[in-house]
Nanobody, 123 residues
């Protein structure tokens, strides 16, 4: 059964860094575009970044541009989200999703979803 599993979340101080992982089983991520979303309590889901299946082109939301980097490791069948200079407003549950193509910072369609990993940015 194909699934995505996120990890790497935790508690970090403002200005700190975290690297989130989206590991796949039962599917080869190289064949998919992969996006990261986040959702904070009481807020709508927000697209963060997408990496395309062809050419590894990347897109970022304006709120994270210059601070976050999305990448993939084919050997590990994993997509990463490196998050630097974290801000309190980055606090959210982060989810990865895989689909055919990037549509802005999302994917279309959303074929697979992970269960999420929580990121808390606080002093």
């Amino acid at each position: 059964q194909a699934q995505l599993v996120e990890s790497g979340g935790g508690l970090v101080q403002p200005g700190g860094s975290l690297r989130l992982s989206c590991a796949a089983s039962g599917l080869t991520l190289d064949y998919y575009s992969v996006a990261w979303f986040r959702q904070a309590p009481g807020k709508e889901r927000e697209g963060v970044s997408c990496i395309s299946s062809v050419g590894d082109n990347t897109n970022y939301a304006d709120s994270v541009k210059g601070r976050f980097t999305i990448s993939r490791d084919s050997a590990k069948n994993t997509v990463y989200l490196q998050m630097n200079n974290l801000k309190r407003e980055d606090t959210a549950a982060y989810y990865c999703t895989a689909g055919a193509v990037c549509a802005g910072v999302g994917v279309r369609p959303n074929d697979y979803w992970g269960q999420g990993t929580q990121v808390n940015v606080a002093s």
